[in-house]
């Protein structure tokens, strides 16, 4: 079902006049009203009237994390205190935490785009739909909250963790749609697994819709297959309002972008300088109807690729391909680019290990050591090392052929790696842990 089929399938003609009206008004306001951005554009030379159609946004100033968190908290808002009526705050994993503001139009645009990516799943009235996201600063919790309220359905606040009582109410209330991080919707998958009380074929669930980090296609398989539902990726951040950015439809080929908001870009990271179309690089979101807040030119540090071709569901929007992952959640081990997403994705192509998996890099003797941690699934699990050897070296080979590496491989027992109830965590660099104590 489309949600708002009048903007989601309007021609391209149409959404580029869009776009382009929303493009100059927000650089209008942001010149006016945010000593930032005029500074910046009076260093490059721009003026607001040199903004004439969205092919204009390359003449913007890009928006850095950096300089998020040089204006924190508030000073990249747009709007007097009195305007704002609800703040957010990214995790922040070092540092200042970066802070979203959100005036009452703010907000019901961002149930909107959320509203949009539940309808993928015919969410409505009468649906139950648990939010299972953590509920707080993170934009995920109350996020997938209204946009199920606009909805119509029934929103269940469980937030994240308490994974029993999570279950239980799955079951004794019939959730029929699950919004959480795909690593927590693995981890509830697991705890239903092991109560002998719960079906996954007795539970109501048909959607779900992941995200909030990198997940992938053997992930996906994993997660449809243990909890009988479709599986929906939902991409956003905080930097532009939180979930709902994007989202994919039926056909699971591509996140729809919610366009007439949010402008997406590729950009080469190095040159700063847009792509040939299609091409990967870093996305870069501009915000064209944020109030609060308004971004220009953001540097998600997303990697990624734009899709144009048109959609078979009808809807018109750019799709954004699977997203490999940040530029700053690549390893560089022994000179050889890894990313997280790359090990996940070979991992899941074998069925004798669970998804989970944990990675250590450490500098040893001058070298790059690379550990990664897996287990094996129970019906396949022996603490005898000679048992583990057949598993390993399949694993091992792929491994070095794929991501062109070569990994010391541990064989934990099942449910002996960390599960996350949020954003899951892969990788300890003990490299970068040395470099901050210099
Ligand atoms: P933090 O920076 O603390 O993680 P956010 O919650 O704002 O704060 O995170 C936004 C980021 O999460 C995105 O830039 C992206 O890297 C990641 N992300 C969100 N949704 C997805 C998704 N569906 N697929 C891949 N990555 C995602
Ligand atoms: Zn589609």
Request: glycine share 8%.
């Amino acid at each position: 079902m489309i949600h708002n089929p009048e903007i989601e399938c309007m021609s391209r003609e149409d959404m580029r006049k869009l776009q382009s009206e929303r493009l100059q008004k927000t650089v209008k306001t942001c010149y006016e009203n945010v000593p930032f951005y005029k500074r910046k554009m009076d260093e490059m030379g721009v003026k607001p009237e040199d903004i004439k159609s969205i092919d204009d946004i390359v003449k913007l100033p890009f928006t850095t994390k950096h300089d998020l968190r040089d204006e924190y908290p508030f000073g990249l808002q747009a709007v007097p205190q009195s305007e704002i009526r609800r703040i957010h705050a990214s995790s922040g994993t070092t540092g200042k935490p970066v802070v979203g503001t959100y005036t009452e139009n703010d907000l019901k645009m961002w149930a909107e785009c959320v509203a949009r990516v539940l309808a993928v799943g015919d969410v409505g009235p009468g649906d139950i739909v648990q939010v299972a996201y953590g509920y707080g600063l993170f934009t995920g919790g109350l996020g997938a909250h209204d946009g199920a309220a606009l909805r119509g359905a029934i929103q269940l606040p469980t937030s994240s963790g308490n994974s029993e009582k999570q279950t239980m109410l799955m079951k004794d209330f019939g959730t029929t749609a699950l919004c959480c991080t795909p690593s927590y919707a693995l981890h509830l998958a697991e705890v239903i697994e092991k109560n002998p009380d719960i079906k996954p074929e007795d539970l109501k669930l048909r959607v779900g819709f992941f995200g909030a980090e990198p997940w992938t296609w053997g992930i996906r398989r994993e997660l449809e297959k243990k909890l009988h539902l479709k599986a929906i990726d939902i991409y956003g951040l905080t930097e532009m309002c939180g979930p709902g950015v994007g989202g994919e439809c039926q056909f699971q080929n591509g996140t729809h972008v919610a366009e007439d908001m949010f402008y997406p870009e590729i950009i080469n990271p190095e040159t700063l300088e847009p792509v040939a179309p299609g091409e990967e690089g870093e996305l870069v979101f501009t915000s064209l109807c944020k109030e609060a807040m308004p971004i220009l030119r953001y540097r998600t540090r997303d990697l990624t690729h734009l899709i144009y071709e048109p959609c078979e569901c009808g809807r018109t929007s750019v799709r954004l391909g699977k997203i490999l992952g940040r530029s700053d959640d690549m390893l560089i081990i022994r000179g050889v680019n890894v990313f997280p997403s790359q090990i996940e994705t070979v991992l899941t192509e074998f069925p004798v290990f669970t998804p989970q998996y944990f990675i250590t890099v450490d500098r040893k003797n001058n070298e790059d050591t690379f550990d990664l941690d897996v287990e094996l699934r129970a019906e396949y699990f022996s603490p005898n090392p000679s048992k583990q050897m057949p598993f390993i070296k399949p694993l091992y080979d792929r491994i070095v052929s794929m991501v062109g590496i070569k990994p010391n491989i541990h064989i934990k027992e099942p449910g002996n790696i960390e599960r996350s109830i949020g954003k899951a965590k892969h990788v300890l660099d003990k490299r970068t842990l040395l470099a901050d104590w210099k």
